[in-house]
């Protein structure tokens, strides 16, 4: 097992040996003094043999330039890797610049707000500090307690109801303002010492391998392509650099007076859009809602018996025994009580229905005349009354005293 490990080793052999394999073999290559500790213990007890450890990490110590195999090992692995990380980010920033460059719905919502903020503050500027739109969800009118964002969403759903939606148009802006642009500048940094350690790794190799190794002359070849791919990295970063600094000047922004990472920016952009995204919904369900309700009052006390023909046919329906009937005033149907109506049988036509439906009504319904009703005992006297103010002649005599 330990000689296939040696062989897998100085072979580069991936089949064997994985990325976290090699990371754990380079915390357990020994030191000199390890190395010179375990061979002296070795030559007094030849008889003796090692531990399993002391055996493992020996076998280690003979392989030469150890060191130097295992980091370029995992330099050629993990380049691939890096440089992908790398190259995505910059193509998300080039992606960046363009689609905000040319999106026609965010440059429509900084045209509102701008116009809003002079309107507001009675000036006439050329425009704003890009960071503003941090701070526009915050911002809420006096009367309904609404936001800035929500009465910009009206208005772009009044006066641009087909403008596409911000937060999908600017994917890639969100993609930059995940990553900070240090963190990709340091990986370019790192990639570059990386690869000038390796070559000083592949020198110690080399000098206790053969020039017609197979695995000197691919870590050789690698090399080479690393030191190219890394500078074509170098060039890249610089042009998209420069693309977002001219970015930068076409919202205002002066690169070298007051430079804003391309992650900060971009993740202002990304909130606000977010914010823009929910309060457009919000209007749109508004309206929908404002217009259905609108549509049921244009219907409301209506029965409709021939929606297809769209007659408009409407019909007297009893309810509770017959005492309520639909009767037409100022354009529109209305249910009212009546005492006694009796509908005969429909004629021909709407209209004549209508007529005897008025006609109906109109004998079933007078002047009422309110009479007040008049109590039972009517006739009856007040007790405390008749003692305090005595009875008269005539009710004396009609009770029977003298």
């Not at 000083?200 to 197979?214: A, C, P, Q």
């Not at 309206?287 to 929606?307: C, P, S």
């Amino acid at each position: 097992w330990y000689q296939r490990r040696v062989r897998a080793i100085m072979n580069m052999d991936p089949s064997h040996i994985t990325r976290e394999s090699i990371a754990s073999l380079v915390r357990l290559v020994p030191s000199e003094e390890e190395k010179n500790q375990i061979l002296e213990a070795k030559l007094a007890s030849p008889d003796i043999p090692l531990g399993k450890e002391e055996d493992y990490v020996y076998t280690l110590s003979v392989i030469p330039d150890i060191h130097s195999r295992l980091h370029l090992w995992a330099f050629m692995i993990d380049f691939d890797t890096m440089e992908d990380e790398v190259a995505d980010y910059l193509m998300d920033l080039k992606e960046c610049c363009r689609e905000l460059q040319s999106c026609e719905t965010f440059h429509l919502i900084l045209s509102y707000l701008l116009e809003i903020g002079n309107f507001l503050r009675q000036a006439n500027d050329d425009g704003f500090d890009i960071q503003f739109l941090s701070k526009v969800a915050d911002i809420k009118d006096t009367v309904k307690k609404q936001t800035l964002v929500h009465h910009i969403a009206t208005m772009m759903h009044a006066n641009h109801p087909n403008m596409g939606d911000l937060h999908k148009e600017i994917g890639h802006t969100h993609r930059v303002g995940r990553v900070i642009f240090d963190e990709v500048e340091a990986t370019i940094a790192k990639l570059d010492e990386l690869c000038d350690s390796c070559w000083e790794h592949l020198r110690k190799i080399s000098k206790h391998t053969s020039s017609t190794n197979e695995v000197l002359q691919r870590q050789l070849n690698f090399l080479k392509s690393v030191a190219e791919r890394i500078n074509t990295l170098h060039v890249v970063m610089k042009r998209v650099r420069n693309r977002y600094y001219n970015l930068l000047l076409f919202f205002g922004i002066d690169p070298v007076k007051k430079y804003m990472p391309p992650d900060e920016f971009c993740r202002v952009i990304s909130e606000f859009a977010l914010e823009y995204r929910t309060a457009i919904e919000s209007v749109i369900q508004e309206q929908a809602k404002k217009k259905k309700m609108k549509e049921r009052r244009k219907t409301r006390g209506i029965k409709i018996t021939d929606a297809k023909g769209g007659k408009g046919e409407k019909e007297a329906e009893p309810a509770n025994g017959g005492a309520e009937t639909a009767v037409k005033k100022k354009g529109f149907f209305t249910r009212t009580k009546s005492n006694a109506v009796t509908v005969e049988e429909s004629p021909e036509t709407p209209d004549e229905v209508i007529m005897s439906l008025e006609k109906a009504l109109n004998k079933s319904e007078g002047p009422r005349k309110r009479t007040r009703l008049k109590s039972k005992m009517n006739q009856r006297k007040s007790l405390r009354r008749t003692l305090k103010n005595g009875l008269t002649d005539e009710e004396l005599k009609a009770a029977g005293i003298k």
